[in-house]
């Protein structure tokens, strides 16, 4: 036996036991790592959105079926059902109640107005865009479901090709059938025989009855299914509809020239003056003797106070329309101070639509006692003084003003302005610091081909600013040239210029005159500051 042979067992020994240690404290890791994986808790995939709407299964009564008055129909669907939108349902002919509609699971129930239902008469309603599923909300579409309480069916259609004539997009029209016994203006205050939804550019109502009706439409902002005359623009056809076979009809939306007045809102321009602004031009009269209005026919009203009271109350009298209606202004005329000062003037930058607006404050209600309050010194020269432009006062203590180049600073003279109590302006001048202001683009319209006719005319209307240019091109060189026009984008329209009073004319419900056609050339003209454009136009 060799020196050192026990030493070398003893060593062999305990590397054995050591390796055998760390096998089982491998193993026990591992084991540890495969439980811990398992107990983790993931999200479930679920797999793609669904996007299918509910299908109806089955009906208790049949679709477009006669000789039915039920009291309730029940729709079973493929899957769970609920309400998505709140709007009503209404049978046509039109009853004024709507439908009863529950829920549950799968199953629809409709409530029908049993007394109401008519002999031999096809009912319809429509569920599209009412109900959906459950988890999604994808919304059931279906053509309207008829029923008759005869044994015949209504089954004349009629098609409808509606246009906006203004340069609002058509947003919820609804389309009335009136019996035409009576003069339209009467009517749209009633009941009608039909009522039906409408989209915003074509609409298909079938299951009609045959007769003579008078259609009206009108664009229901409010959604409270009644015409506001005021606001909300409308069409008729010129003529009754003699509804015999199948039909298709276009109708233009239009705001009425005779449609009713309302105060859209008022507001003090200086102490004596305050700006009452309407929803349309027309003529106007004051009653009262606290005021009085030198336009006689405007849709803004500048109205002079002729009493030295805090309170004012305005009279106004419509003779178009015949309405009354009163306007109250307060005014806060008292000032203890002996001289005064403008707090600061502060201004809103020129955008693409709007040239810089700049903003003066005042810490008590003034009177303007100079013919050019304000003035100011361009960067281009600091020692001259120019007279400020547009100068308007918003209110007794705020006014506002445009400057016709670029600006270094604001001076006010001590006699420009006055407190109702006499108190002084003090001599005051403000640095502001602004550039030249772009003074808009310049547009050639060329025409390929000019139809001949006298009453055609064109209107060059800003998209933005509500602002339109009436022309009409030259014969000879087939073009027109605009100077200088607000920078944006417009809408070149073609206008059948019947009165010859050289721009579109509305129609009237009372007269029952329908308005010029406008038809649209061109949309999307850009005209851009310090820019030529010249357009080619194709008709």
């Known amino acids: 036996m060799q020196p050192g042979y026990h030493t070398m067992k003893i060593r062999q020994s305990r590397i054995t036991y050591l390796c055998i240690a760390l096998k089982w404290i491998l193993y026990i890791g591992l084991f540890t790592c495969l439980c811990t994986s398992c107990a983790q808790i993931v999200s479930l995939s679920g797999g793609p959105k669904d996007t299918t709407p509910p299908e109806l299964i089955k009906m208790n009564v049949l679709d477009t079926g006669t000789n039915i008055k039920p009291t309730q129909i029940q729709c079973i669907f493929n899957e769970n059902i609920t309400r998505i939108n709140s709007k009503p349902i209404y049978l046509n002919p039109f ?155 276009n109708i233009a939306l239009f705001l009425p020239e005779d449609r009713p007045v309302k105060i859209k809102f008022t507001r003090l321009l200086s102490y004596d003056a305050a700006l009452i602004v309407l929803s349309r031009k027309t003529k106007v009269q004051i009653l009262n003797n606290r005021a009085y209005c030198p336009q006689a026919m405007s849709d803004s009203l500048l109205c002079r106070f002729i009493i030295p009271k805090d309170t004012v109350t305005v009279q106004l009298f419509f003779p178009e329309t015949g309405q009354r209606d009163s306007v109250v202004l307060y005014r806060n ?23 810089a607006l700049f903003k003066i404050e ?55 302005f006055k407190s109702y109590s006499g108190a002084l302006h003090k001599s005051w001048r403000h640095n502001v610091v602004y550039p030249i202001p772009e003074e808009g683009g310049n547009l050639t319209l060329a025409f390929t081909s000019t139809r001949v006719n006298e009453n055609q005319l064109y209107e060059l209307a800003h998209n933005t600013l509500l602002k339109s240019f009436y022309f009409k091109p030259d014969l000879t060189t087939r073009t027109h040239a605009f100077k200088k026009i607000p920078q944006g984008n417009y809408t070149l329209y073609s206008i059948s210029d019947f009165n010859n009073d050289f721009q579109w004319t509305s129609g009237s419900i009372e007269k029952h005159s329908i308005p010029e056609t406008r038809t649209v050339i061109k949309n999307n003209i850009r005209v851009q500051d310090a820019w030529d454009t010249e357009i080619k136009i194709d008709e």
């Open 333 to 355: 005329l008292k000032s203890t101070a002996t001289e005064f000062v403008a707090n600061a003037v502060s201004f809103l930058p020129a955008t693409q639509t709007t040239p």
């Open 362 to 416: 005042f810490p008590a209600c003034i009177q303007q006692h100079s013919v050019n309050p304000i003035y100011y010194a361009s960067l281009k020269d600091s020692n001259l003084l120019k007279p400020v432009s547009n100068f308007k006062w918003l209110n007794p203590v705020t006014a506002t003003f445009n400057a016709m180049d670029s600006v270094r600073y604001f001076k006010i003279d001590s006699a420009a």
């Open 95 to 249: 009853i004024n109640a709507p439908l009863l509609l529950q829920t549950d699971k799968h199953t629809l129930t409709l409530e029908f107005p049993t007394d109401s239902l008519k002999e031999q008469t096809t009912y319809q309603f429509d569920l599209s865009g009412v109900i959906g599923d459950q988890n999604e909300k994808n919304s059931f579409q279906h053509s309207p479901f008829r029923f008759s309480t005869g044994s015949w069916k209504d089954s004349l259609k009629c098609t409808l090709q509606l246009h906006q004539l203004a340069l609002n997009t058509i947003k919820q029209p609804l389309i009335a059938f009136y019996n035409s016994s009576e003069h339209l203006q009467k009517q749209i205050k009633t009941q009608p025989q039909y009522l039906f939804n409408g989209s915003k550019t074509k609409v298909q109502i079938n299951a009609l009855k045959p007769g003579n009706y008078n259609v009206f439409v009108f664009d229901d902002y409010n959604q409270n299914r009644i015409y506001d005359a005021a606001d909300e623009p409308c069409g008729f056809l010129p003529q009754p509809l003699k509804l015999v076979k199948d039909t298709s009809l």
